[in-house]
C-alpha cells in the first residue's frame, strides 16, 4: 500500500487472493456497476474482466488499482493486458470510477496516473462521446484516434 498525500490509500492488485476485505471481489464488482451508472456494464461482465485481469494465461492478465479511504472503497481502475502492441496498445483500460462523493476531488486524475505508470506501453480506452469523463481523459493525453464500429450478430 501506498499513501498519497494523506487522504487516499492506492493499491494495486495482481491477483486475486491480494484483495483486501474492505474491497473483496463483490464489493469491486459491486462498485463499479453502481458507481460507473449510466455507462456501467453488466455484473457478469465486470466479473469476466477481473477474471481476466488476474489471469496468468498467455496474452491475458493485467491489474486492479484501488483507492481506499478508512477501509472504504472510493476509486478503482482496471487495466487489461491486450496481447499486442504498436497498432493496438499493450493495454485497455477498461474501467475506472470513483464513489460520487469523492468526484471534483482529483481522485480520478490521481488514480489514472498512477495506474499509467505502472504500465510498460502505450493505453487506450474506449469512452462515449456524452461521457462527461472524457475531458478528463483528454486532460490527460489521451486522444481520439480511430471511431470504434461494431457488427452485432
Known amino acids: 500500500m501506498t499513501n498519497i498525500g494523506e487522504e487516499y490509500t492506492f493499491l494495486k492488485i495482481n491477483r486475486e487472493h491480494q484483495l483486501p476485505d474492505w474491497a473483496n471481489h463483490d464489493v469491486v464488482v459491486q462498485f463499479f456497476h453502481e458507481t460507473m451508472k449510466p455507462w456501467h456494464d453488466r455484473r457478469e461482465d465486470i466479473v469476466h474482466a477481473l477474471d481476466y485481469a488476474f489471469s ?31 497498432y493496438v496498445p499493450e493495454h485497455l483500460l477498461l474501467f475506472v470510477s ?36 472524457k475531458r478528463l481523459y483528454e486532460r490527460l493525453g489521451f486522444t481520439s484516434k480511430y471511431a470504434e464500429m461494431r457488427f452485432t450478430q
Do not use: W
Open 56 to 86: 496468468d494465461a498467455k496474452g491475458e492478465g493485467g491489474f486492479l488499482m484501488l483507492a481506499g479511504r478508512n477501509d472504504e472503497l472510493v476509486g478503482a481502475l482496471l487495466m487489461l493486458n491486450t496481447g499486442m502492441k504498436g
Open 98 to 133: 470513483v464513489d460520487p462523493n469523492q468526484r471534483g476531488s482529483g481522485l480520478g486524475t490521481k488514480i489514472i496516473r498512477r495506474s499509467i505508470v505502472e504500465c510498460k506501453g502505450d493505453v487506450k480506452l474506449h469512452v462515449e462521446y456524452e461521457n462527461p469523463a
